[in-house]
């Protein structure tokens, strides 16, 4: 079982937008449309963004959003801010024989 | 509101078994869902380690497999993983979660960290 494919980092100014990449197969995030994104603070517990790849929980901001072409998935956060810099981490359901598989996280720094 | 928290020793002797047990509240585990658990050793990414059903039906990540067993409990609400024959790459926060469909983690434990060490 790999994990799913992520930059190590990315960057932006307060106000931009950025985008997070999540590189699977055809098992995992290509075969389901069942991404999940996760945010996780230093010392905190991840906490769930998006899942289904492009729904939000109720109480997630509407400046995060999901997509997903063919294996990739990616997450975009919209108009950054501060308290967006965290640790991104994507997941899919995947077919091989096991439920689930993280992507290897993504730190996003806000400059 | 569904709360979750992890609890167990944070020390590990190497070859020894590693059990945590997570106590569920604000939902009862046998009205359904899948419960999982997930680590995170110092400073590296998630790991998922396997995910249960309310009766008893288990999933676990290939690379544990071997020496991963999670049950659970539902007169207690709670369900608990055990990893045999720990060594110092075990060392990590463990978190357990509630896993819609066993993959889709939306309610999380504090975590707490287990360091395998003599």
């Known amino acids: 079982q790999s994990a799913l494919t992520q930059p190590a980092s990315v960057s932006g100014s307060p106000g931009q937008s950025i985008t997070i990449s999540c590189t699977g197969t055809?098992?995992?995030?290509?075969?389901?449309?069942?991404v999940s994104w996760y945010q996780q603070h230093p010392g905190k517990a991840p906490k769930l963004m998006i899942y289904d790849v492009s729904n939000r929980p109720s109480g997630v901001s509407n400046r995060f959003s999901g997509s997903k072409s063919g294996n990739t998935a990616s997450l975009t956060i919209s108009g950054l801010q501060a308290e967006d810099e965290a640790d991104y981490y994507c997941s899919s359901y995947t077919s091989s024989s096991t439920l689930a598989v993280f992507g290897g996280g993504t730190k996003l720094t806000v400059l | 509101q569904v709360q979750l928290q992890e609890s167990g020793p944070g020390l590990v002797k190497p070859s020894e078994t590693l059990s945590l047990t997570c106590a569920v509240s604000g939902y009862s585990i046998s009205s359904g869902y899948y419960w999982g658990w997930i680590r995170q050793p110092p400073g590296k990414g998630l790991e998922w380690i396997g995910s249960i059903y309310h009766s008893g039906s288990t999933y676990y990540n290939p690379s544990l497999k071997s020496r991963v067993t999670i049950s659970v409990d539902t007169s207690k609400n709670q369900f608990s993983l055990k990893l045999s024959s720990v060594t110092a790459a075990d060392t990590a926060v463990y978190y357990c979660a509630r896993a819609q469909g066993g993959y889709l983690f939306d309610y999380w434990g504090q975590g707490t960290l287990v360091t395998v060490s003599s």
């Open positions: 055809s098992s995992d995030v290509g075969g389901y449309n069942y």
